[in-house]
């Protein structure tokens, strides 16, 4: 069974994931494009800098991945009411741990793309003396990202639209009162203290927040 929602898993985000796992591998090379001038005046200081600021690209394509991987692994029991579902001789908590792990299976083609581009990218260079390559770091947190993110968004859509309306209608409201406290002078803002406590290195989505380097000292 897992067999047949892994094939429906891969017709109806094939697409997707090509055009993802293209972008994950280009991301560590256009890193490398990114610090042209610090490889070619050997800087060090200057190429951390450069490979740093492209490391919100890593968590912004991971989170992009794993939302979109999530929007489509409900689509075709969305489609069908979930009719399909509800027929199938299984409980209903296996059915629904065998569409997490088919979509989290297809993670691996951009993880794999990744890196395969990081190794591509550091094989094309000559790093400054004092700083290493750390492809398979960079995987690991990109891995970590995808499949946080993909959690994330597959509870979220595994819900009706009911429940996305709500979480819709809590959004416009936290951006609503962001808006009139800034119109009004309240500077107290609970949407950004959240924001903070959750993408704190600490806290579960830190992965996101933290330095994504792919060469370091």
Partial sequence: MFRAILAT??????????????????????????????????????????????????????????????ATAWTSDHSGRHVYALSLPV??????????????????????????????????????AGLHAHPFALALRFALAMLLAYAVFFAIASGTKRTAGILLAVLGAI??????????????????WFIERVMDGRGLFGVFNSRWMLIDV
Avoid: H, N
């Avoid at 200057?46 to 991945?65: E, N, P």
């Avoid at 065998?98 to 299976?105: D, E, K, L, Q, S």
């Fill in 9 to 70: 898993q891969w017709k109806w985000s094939r697409g997707m994931l090509l055009a993802s796992t293209c972008l994950a591998f280009a991301l560590p090379l256009l890193s490398m494009r990114a610090a042209d001038r610090a490889l070619a005046e050997s800087d060090a200081r200057l190429l951390l800098g450069a490979v740093q600021s492209f490391g919100m690209f890593y968590a912004l394509c991971a989170a992009l991945i794993g939302l979109l991987v999530a």
């Fill in 91 to 128: 409980e209903r908590w296996r059915y629904v741990a065998m569409r997490f792990g088919a979509g989290a299976t297809t993670l691996g083609a951009p993880l794999l793309a990744l890196t395969l581009g990081a190794l591509v990218a550091i094989a094309s260079v000559e790093l400054p």
């Fill in 175 to 192: 951006i609503l009162f962001e808006v009139t406290g800034e119109i009004i002078g309240i500077r107290a803002s609970p949407f950004l």
